[in-house]
């Protein structure tokens, strides 16, 4: 794919990294002159300097048609305003954008930016999580939170354990992806399989329902 | 002017714009609220000034809807910054509604971000430009 990187500095940095090892190509445009300089040397891509919030920085860097953009410029309103650019006037498919301020997240999806990554929400998310059930070994969400994979470690005690699959009554919407297994490795489990004590589970679920899965399996 | 007295008007950013706008419109009879992140930017205003000054971050969602501005008949976006300015005043127009949205931009190409919405630009530039072009246009009459 091809993808532009505008702003930013360590994140924009493991980034381009990442990015390139998978192949992609890159363009990265950056407002700080050291910074691109060391973007360039460390990683042999093309940098342009100048303000990616500016129309025809973009204009120059040749950003039109590209498949993504990701903008990771310090300041809410300047991400607002690359993306924009970038979707109204350059075609590029997906924008994507940080926000320091956790409110815009929701603000930005609706004026248009396709996905808006929030640190702190993120991390909020994840310790009301880790703490409000500390069996949910780890938990992810997919598209927008839709969708959450649960990991759920299955202690001696719970009732699920030495049941078949098909005995046990789950919500709807959940299915038991696959189950890590110290003895063999992983099993992606049918109606037959027994769960047994220290297996981990990986539970496809909504979030609204996590905290029932937890009650099927462990009561 | 089309609004009607005692509507209510937000002006976000006191700079010498902001603050001669809100002491004008509130000399006329307009209820309006100044908001401003730093507290002596409010010096600009006049004494017996009849607004409200909020102390604030413009371009938080929070600061507005504080404001009740979903009720505001205008919203004038005049920071110094035109990003900030293009998120405001898309946020009174595409998220509130506001009737009459005015955004001030230094660069002009920032239009491109409000085509097509009910906002109005405002650009010192272009303003500046049609003085001097209507300069010449007079010496070209008179050649």
Do not use: W
Not at chain 2, 9 to 29: E, F, H, Q, W, Y
Not at chain 2, 88 to 102: D, E
């Amino acid at each position: 794919m091809r993808i532009v990187v505008a702003g930013g500095r360590t994140q924009a940095d493991f980034l381009i990294g990442d990015l390139i090892k998978k192949k992609h190509r890159i363009i990265v445009i950056n407002d700080d002159p050291a910074y691109c300089d060391y973007l360039s040397s460390v990683h042999k891509i093309p940098v342009y300097q100048g303000d990616p919030s500016k129309y025809f920085v973009l204009e120059e860097a040749g950003v039109k048609d590209f498949d993504v953009l990701v903008a990771l410029t310090h300041r809410d309103a300047d991400n607002l305003a690359i993306c924009q650019y970038a979707k109204r006037c350059f075609g590029v498919k997906k924008v994507v954008c940080t926000v320091a301020n956790p409110k815009n997240a929701d603000l930005f999806k609706e004026l248009g930016v396709n996905t808006v990554i929030s640190s702190t929400h993120m991390i909020a998310q994840y310790i009301s999580q880790a703490t409000t059930v500390e069996n949910f070994i780890k938990t992810m969400s997919v598209e927008d939170e839709k969708v959450i994979i649960t990991e759920i470690l299955v202690e001696p005690q719970y009732a699920c354990v030495d049941k078949k699959l098909m005995d046990i009554t789950l919500p709807s919407n959940t299915i038991i992806g696959c189950i890590i297994r110290k003895s063999s490795d992983m099993i992606v489990p049918t109606g037959s399989t027994e769960i047994k004590s220290g297996d981990k589970l990986l539970v496809l679920s909504s979030p609204e329902n996590q905290k029932k899965v937890m009650a099927a399996i462990a009561n | 002017m089309k609004f009607e007295r005692k509507e209510r008007v937000i002006i976000v950013g006191c700079g010498r714009l902001g603050g001669r706008l809100a002491t004008m419109l509130s000399d006329k009879g307009y209820q309006v609220v100044i908001i401003d992140n730093d507290e002596n930017s409010f010096k600009k205003l006049p004494e017996g000034f009849g607004g409200i000054q909020i102390k604030a971050d413009g371009i938080d969602l929070e600061t507005l809807k504080y404001v009740d501005i979903d009720d505001a008949a205008m919203l004038v976006a005049c920071t110094g910054n035109d990003n900030m300015n293009s998120l405001i005043a898309q946020i009174a127009s595409r998220i509130f509604g506001v009737p009459n949205v005015y955004v001030r931009f230094e660069d002009t190409d920032k239009e491109k971000l409000i085509n097509g919405f009910n906002i109005q630009g405002i650009y010192p530039f272009k303003l500046t430009m049609g003085i001097f072009e209507e300069m010449l246009s007079n010496e070209d009459e008179e050649d």
